[in-house]
């Protein structure tokens, strides 16, 4: 009986569900639940946090990166423009491009996901290379003949014993 091919499919299914209705939630968080900007221009500080929490990364994980504190995080969130070289910086540990982090835009990134969610097709491995339930087997006689041994050396010590 083999177990492991229907069980790694649904699990990566599940997970992989999993994983966009969670971006999908944080998207959404974000475009609607947050309160909308005064000005038109453009935030890069915001657009940074943005990127951040959409990645999940928090902001003691970024000052530890870029050597800084977290409150030097915060205010590099709150401010409207940034440095260059900072931006850059920031760049790289949220995996993202500089321009990529001047040009994004909520509703192309919910347009971009959607779109790749729609066409995807899930490349899911199914060759399970051994079966789950004969390791578990393995691991269950090789404990057997553990005990075995343990228990002859145990009767050996009481044979020793009781000669004495």
């Not at 940034?82 to 321009?99: C, N, Q």
């Not at 097709?121 to 075995?148: A, G, I, R």
Request: glycine content about 4%.
């Amino acid at each position: 009986m083999r177990y492991g091919n229907s069980v790694t499919y649904q699990l990566k299914w599940y997970l992989t569900t999993i994983h966009w209705f969670i971006t999908i939630l944080g998207i959404y968080y974000i475009c609607f639940m947050e309160t909308p900007t005064k000005s038109n221009k453009v935030h890069i500080g915001r657009k940074i946090s943005r990127i951040r929490e959409i990645r999940g990364i928090k902001q003691d994980y970024l000052a530890v990166e870029l050597g800084v504190s977290q409150q030097t995080i915060s205010k590099i969130e709150q401010s409207e423009s940034v440095e260059d070289a900072t931006l850059e910086k920031i760049a790289k540990v949220l995996g993202v491009s500089p321009d990529g982090i001047k040009n994004f835009n909520e509703e192309s990134l919910i347009n971009n996901i959607n779109s790749s969610y729609d066409n995807s097709t899930f490349n899911v491995n199914n060759h399970c290379t051994f079966n789950p339930l004969d390791k578990l087997m393995e691991v269950v006689e090789e404990n057997k003949s553990l005990y075995e041994r343990l228990l002859a050396s145990e009767r050996e010590k009481i044979e020793l014993l009781k000669n004495k």
